[in-house]
């Protein structure tokens, strides 16, 4: 499976971003996809997660009722939508798709990963 996201830039403190993940090469709707993020200097986090029907999802506290996950397994992609976006959001995001039953906030679990977009928020 290849990935790849897109959808990264620079915006102000309170703005939104849309990040997209795109896969190829596998069925998608048969993988676990989960958004993680790496800010310089810092381990690569857990941001939220969808199992593969869509209907259960996962975030990290950080970021609970400000971002939202979304698949749409026709497009074999995903998205992460982020609203009311702060400085310490700062990082690059990483999809990555995992051969799991559940979702999983382990970076092990996930199988594949794709590049990485990064975000800028400035205050």
């Known amino acids: 499976v290849q990935l790849q996201a897109s959808g990264g830039g620079l915006v102000q403190a309170g703005g939104s971003l849309r990040l997209s993940c795109a896969a190829s090469?596998?069925?998608?709707?048969?993988?676990?996809m989960g958004w993680f993020r790496q800010a310089p200097g810092q381990e690569r986090e857990f941001v939220a997660g969808?199992?593969?029907?869509?209907?259960?999802?996962d975030y990290a506290d950080s970021v609970k009722g400000r971002f939202t996950i979304s698949r749409d397994n026709a497009k074999s992609t995903v998205y992460l939508q982020m609203n009311r976006l702060q400085p310490e959001d700062t990082a690059v995001y990483y999809c990555?798709?995992?051969?799991?039953?559940?979702?999983?906030?382990?970076?092990?679990?996930?199988?594949?990963w794709g590049p990485g977009t990064l975000v800028t928020v400035s205050s």
């Open positions: 090469g596998g069925t998608f709707s048969t993988y676990v």
């Open positions: 969808i199992s593969r029907s869509g209907r259960a999802t």
């Open positions: 990555a798709a995992g051969p799991t039953t559940w979702v999983s906030r382990r970076g092990n679990a996930y199988d594949y």
